[in-house]
């Protein structure tokens, strides 16, 4: 009877020594890593060499159940969301600058409609409601922001839209990046031989850098897979790039120099259904999976054993670190459900948030807070912010 008692004391001991951060708080897993899509400054590492070398992760190392870094054995509290934009159709990714924030809005999602009833909505930071930027897009999805330009992946293409006058020319500044009305797709912006360049990961075979200076943008292919390879998240770390690519033969976790100066390498086979890619100073946050069957994987830069963090999931999306917790997005209809935060305890657990709404949306971390899209059709779409 005295062991078992002892016992239990014990446990009890192990997790009360993780207590929960108090939100909004740092809770010591390491530097803050901003996840935005505004593709304004690298993600990742302040060296970037940090990613690895050419045999770095390539054995395939089983992503084990494993705690997180300062989990906790308790549910994070419930926090209630900030209503920034209601009554949005379909409204789906997010980007932002020092001024405003930038929402794209697909409505319908008819990819032969006549017409295109997507466009792009800015939200001033100072205040008063999100107006329209740029109408007539079939299908906006992943965006961008530089200090002039808003940049749009579409269904035919890849604009560029003017932020003081919305103009956007007749035509796409790349057409061959069209028919991507899937989740996954990333633009970036990135720095090559002192001028600025577009890293766009379509969703569908192709990673393209677009060289958006002169007249006329030119564009290279990064990678180019098989007719039935996807190539989802993108993120770029000083002079390399880091994507997925699902299907296809050899799928998994790839790197290639923003100069193409070597050909696309994969590092890591053992990521074969990935969705999307972050990156912070020292590990890999991935999604992959669907349909019950998804998680979220924590896998470090230098090498070594990758963790699940989060698993059972319908649909995970755009993992962000934030003061030393990790969330995502879970692509569920109408619920609590769809906007999660990552526990160590149980090892593969994951928690609601607070807000209500339907992913996957969108997710970025924007300084000390969260901002989310609700992707819901009709006017049930909205932006949001937590805490």
């Not at 965006?143 to 002039?148: N, P, R, S």
Request: glycine fraction near 16%.
């Amino acid at each position: 009877m005295r062991l078992a008692l002892l016992s239990v004391l014990l446990l009890g001991v192990a997790c009360s020594s993780n207590k929960p951060p108090v939100q909004g708080e740092p809770d010591a897993s390491g530097p803050e890593d901003s996840g935005s899509d505004a593709g304004t400054q690298p993600d990742g590492g302040v060296d970037p060499g940090d990613g690895g070398s050419g045999d770095d992760g390539g054995t395939g190392a089983d992503a084990g159940p494993g705690e997180e870094d300062a989990g906790s054995c308790e549910p994070p509290p419930s926090v209630r969301e900030s209503l920034l934009v209601p009554g949005l159709n379909n409204p789906r990714r997010l980007a932002v600058d020092a001024t405003d924030i930038y929402i794209s809005e697909s409505h319908s999602l008819r990819p032969n409609a006549p017409a295109g009833e997507g466009q792009i909505l800015r939200l001033p930071r100072a205040g008063g409601g999100a107006t329209s930027v740029a109408k007539g897009f079939f299908a906006p999805d992943a965006i961008a922001v530089d200090a002039k330009n808003i940049y749009v992946l579409d269904q035919i293409g890849l604009w560029r839209v003017d932020k003081a006058t919305g103009e956007r020319g007749t035509v796409p500044i790349e057409s061959s990046l069209n028919s991507v009305i899937t989740g996954g797709t990333d633009i970036r912006i990135g720095r090559l031989s002192g001028k600025d360049v577009l890293v766009v990961a379509t969703g569908a075979r192709r990673l393209v850098r677009v060289d958006t200076t002169g007249a006329t943008p030119s564009s290279l292919v990064l990678f180019e897979g098989t007719v039935d390879t996807q190539v989802r998240g993108a993120r770029i770390d000083g002079t390399d790039v880091w994507f997925l690519v699902t299907g296809g033969t050899e799928p998994g976790l790839y790197r290639v120099p923003l100069d193409l100066d070597t050909p696309a390498q994969r590092v890591d086979a053992s990521i074969t259904t990935g969705t999307s890619l972050e990156l912070t100073p020292t590990h890999f946050l991935i999604t992959e999976g669907s349909g019950g069957t998804g998680r979220l994987i924590k896998r470090p830069r230098a090498g070594g054993e990758a963790r699940v963090l989060a698993e059972g999931l319908q649909g995970p999306l755009f993992p962000v670190e934030l003061n030393g917790a990790v969330y995502f997005k879970d692509a569920v209809p109408r619920s609590s459900a769809f906007l999660r935060r990552t526990r160590g305890c149980p090892p593969g657990t994951s928690d609601a948030v607070g807000p209500e709404g339907t992913g996957p949306g969108g997710l970025i971390a924007d300084g000390d807070t969260l901002l989310f899209t609700s992707q819901e059709s009709g006017t049930g779409g909205a932006v949001g912010r937590v805490p």
